[in-house]
């Protein structure tokens, strides 16, 4: 069974500073997703990391992807208030379309 | 495109009523799944569809619930009855699949409904 792990569950962090959020995946899967979830909203796309090695950036956010140890990482530069959210990974069950979701990382960023 | 659109938005009902959630998902995607968020159990996977075929209902808790999918862009999420355990944010989501060359198995989420059960 492919379970998603992430950690930390909860992050408090000042503005301005750096910090990464990791996704472990037990099952090999070459496909990886991270989503963003606003407080009483829905979830929003961010990346799709589809091999190994896959870097991708979206301002002061940098994901990446390392198949091999079944680990990605979310890098957050210089946070601000505006990124406070909750950040879900996401594996495809191979062989299917089901994608098996971590539990989230709820973000705070405080001024 | 209006993306994934769900209604209602919002739903009250009494314990043992009959809930009926909606969902229109995005023209072209072949695959839309029914989740459920709550505080406790996070997001988990209800069913979803390919080509408005049921494939996995695994996830679906009871036989209260059923979803149909009549034609590519509607599909229906159904609680008979309802139970104040059902309360929860309900989402659709669609997606290309995996064979897509662009969006792979991305999946985009509706705006959700978020069902009350007294």
């Known amino acids: 069974e492919l379970k998603v792990e992430q950690n930390p569950l909860f992050l408090s962090m000042q503005e301005g500073k750096n910090y990464t959020i990791y996704c472990n995946y037990s099952?090999?899967?070459?496909?990886l997703y991270w989503y963003r979830q606003d407080p009483g909203k829905s979830l929003e796309s961010l990346f799709v990391l589809l091999s190994n090695g896959a870097v991708k950036q979206e301002g002061r956010l940098m994901a990446s992807l390392d198949t091999k140890a079944r680990l990605s990482t979310l890098h957050i530069t210089a946070a601000v208030h505006d990124l406070s959210a909750t950040y879900f990974c996401a594996v495809d069950k191979g062989g299917s379309e089901k994608l098996v979701f971590g539990k989230g990382t709820k973000l705070t960023v405080n001024p | 495109d209006a993306g994934v659109i769900q209604s209602p938005r919002h739903e009250v009902t009494e314990m043992g009523q009959e809930v009926t959630l909606r969902c229109k998902p995005i023209?072209?995607?072949?695959?839309l799944f029914w989740y459920r968020q709550t505080m406790m159990r996070g997001l988990e996977l209800l069913i979803y569809?390919?080509?408005?075929?049921?494939?996995?209902d695994s996830g679906m808790p009871e036989d209260r619930f059923s979803a149909k999918m009549p034609n590519a862009s509607f599909s229906t999420l159904k609680i008979q009855p309802s139970e104040p355990r059902d309360s929860a944010v309900y989402f659709c989501a669609s997606s290309s699949g995996v064979g897509h060359a662009i969006t792979y198995n991305e999946q985009f989420f509706g705006p959700g409904t978020r069902l009350t059960v007294l």
């Open positions: 099952t090999t899967s070459d496909r």
């Open positions: 023209s072209g995607h072949d695959y």
């Open positions: 569809f390919n080509n408005n075929v049921p494939i996995d």
